[in-house]
């Protein structure tokens, strides 16, 4: 039902198309939903299409009418109302100053059980690729945690839905990350891992409540990309990746890692492109 709602998402949707996607009467398709996912899947689909309107609002030029009928709202009104419940601000102001707001963070169920299994499936083999990359001094806008050493357990003590309201801010260098800060970068009684979005140094917007801004150094990076994946199987491309890079040695080939460069940095694992992990290291002179 969730994977239904995004491809179809500017089309008229009813209980019994998602029922049908789920190959469950409506009735058990509606109750299925609302207890795993916390809410109807209406109110789930309303998120959606008002976060898709907030990326055109902010990225294009289009209308705000027809932002609001692409989204399947019949009017402009009916729109702006919901759009402010949703996000505390009204289209127009929203185009006007695009501050960060909390979009629609999506997450299948199934990786949720998937996760329950512990990776009890490995993936046997695979082929990782490894490329020299570079970021630029940069600014990081982050979330900080407590203990947190992974993104599941970050994402029990700050919540699942940080990576909406990064993803929102305007004009970053590159989608947002998972980072695990060097030592250097930490502050007392914070975590190793957080999430993140990287930002120009001259980045002078709105800097969302709970979070902060640092500056990170240049830096090189092992980035190690993995084979595409199934959706479902994306915990074991992470561990495959993860394997591997305990595994790899950068001395042969005339580098070494740098731990206290730069953070290392995991970009959102896509079945389609596989996952991708980057390392800090330096030239061996």
Not at 241 to 268: C, H
């Amino acid at each position: 039902m969730q994977d239904y709602m995004m491809i179809h998402q500017d089309e008229k949707i009813t209980l019994r198309d998602l029922a049908e996607a789920a190959m469950y009467s409506p009735w058990h398709a509606l109750r299925a939903f609302s207890e795993l996912i916390g809410k109807t899947p209406f109110e789930y689909l309303r998120e959606i299409r008002l976060s898709t309107a907030a990326i055109k609002l902010r990225d294009t030029n289009m209308r705000i009418l027809n932002i609001a009928i692409e989204a399947s709202f019949d009017s402009h009104e009916g729109f702006t109302k919901a759009f402010t419940r949703a996000f505390a601000i009204s289209p127009y102001d929203y185009r006007q100053c695009t501050p960060p707001i909390k979009l629609f963070t999506y997450y299948p169920i199934r990786h949720y059980y998937k996760t329950l299994m512990k990776g009890a499936e490995k993936m046997s083999s695979a082929v990782i690729f490894t490329q020299i990359i570079e970021r630029p001094e940069r600014i990081l806008i982050l979330k900080r945690g407590i203990e947190a050493k992974h993104y599941f357990d970050y994402c029990e003590e700050v919540g699942c839905d940080i990576w909406g309201i990064l993803e929102s801010i305007k004009g970053a260098l590159y989608e947002s990350i998972g980072v695990w800060l060097p030592e250097s970068m930490r502050k007392p009684g914070t975590s190793e891992y957080c999430q993140a979005v990287e930002m120009p140094m001259n980045f002078n917007g709105v800097i969302p409540d709970g979070f902060e801004k640092i500056t990170v150094p240049k830096c090189q990076y092992m980035l190690f990309h993995g084979e595409p994946f199934q959706d479902e199987d994306f915990n074991d491309a992470i561990l495959t990746v993860q394997n591997a890079i305990k595994q790899y040695n950068p001395e042969r080939y005339g580098w070494k890692w740098a731990p206290e460069a730069g953070p290392r940095f995991q970009l959102s694992p896509i079945g389609k492109r596989g996952y991708m992990e980057a390392l800090p290291v330096e030239p061996i002179k």
